[in-house]
């Protein structure tokens, strides 16, 4: 079965500071991943995707993400955090069967950001 | 502004209203969503719609009923919830299996 895997419930990084938020999948076939942000008291946000290509990708607001096949890990980056960077943020993996339009989400990390 | 409009925002219901809520694009997307996003749970599927077609029915209870007139808008019908099924509802829409979705504010339901 598809699924992902965040396997921090919340990460703590100083502003300025590098952060990582850590996302694994499990597929069968070629991973189609993404992650999406969450502010208070909004929906979700897309930051960024991995189709295929390059295994750096960049996203939106300075996000990017590496992509590691041997590692089935899809981790999301930042080399400088602010504290609006403060949220909710989700990794998801498309599903391609049946027509490919569940997309699976993990269950979220909240990253906090301190001044 | 993501281009998806959930209403109402929020919605207060005892066990034996019938209430709606409705999500509306014209991000000209052809698939359309509905996910429930429960505290301290991971966000479930609940409903997918492909070109006005259900494609996907994650084993949601009865008591949820969705409803697809056009690719533009997408309902969901809700009659004798249960407590539990308080929650935020989003919707989503994506122009097609490769693309990201495009989520709406939610609906924030609680169910008395």
């Known amino acids: 079965a598809q699924s992902v895997a965040q396997p921090e419930d919340q990460v703590n990084v100083a502003e300025g500071n590098p952060l990582t938020v850590k996302c694994t999948y499990s597929?069968?076939?070629?991973?189609?991943l993404f992650w999406y942000v969450q502010y208070p008291n909004r929906g979700l946000q897309f930051l960024l995707k991995?189709?295929?290509?390059?295994?750096l990708v960049k996203g939106s607001y300075g996000f990017e993400a590496e992509f590691n096949k041997s590692q089935t890990s899809f981790h999301l980056k930042k080399p400088s955090a602010l504290v609006s960077d403060s949220a909710l943020y989700f990794c998801?993996?498309?599903?391609?069967?049946?027509?490919?339009?569940?997309?699976?989400f993990g269950a979220g990390t909240r990253l906090f950001v301190k001044a | 502004e993501t281009g998806v409009t959930q209403t109402p925002r929020h919605l207060v219901m005892g066990m034996t209203n019938k209430k709606s809520l409705k999500c509306e694009q014209h991000?000209?997307?052809?698939?359309m969503y509905w996910y429930k996003q429960s505290a301290k749970k991971p966000l479930e599927l609940m409903f997918v719609?492909?070109?006005?077609?259900?494609?996907e029915n994650n084993s949601v209870p009865s008591r949820f009923s969705p409803e697809c007139p056009n690719s533009s808008h997408l309902f969901l019908h809700l009659h004798t919830l249960q407590p539990e099924d308080s929650a935020l509802y989003l919707c989503?829409?994506?122009?097609?299996?490769?693309?990201?979705?495009?989520f709406g504010e939610g609906s924030r339901l609680t169910v008395l």
């Open positions: 998801a993996v498309r599903d391609l069967r049946s027509g490919g339009f569940k997309t699976i």
């Open positions: 597929v069968s076939g070629n991973p189609y």
């Open positions: 991000l000209g997307h052809n698939a």
């Open positions: 991995y189709i295929t290509g390059d295994n």
């Open positions: 989503a829409s994506s122009p097609g299996d490769v693309a990201g979705l495009f």
């Open positions: 719609y492909n070109f006005k077609e259900q494609t």
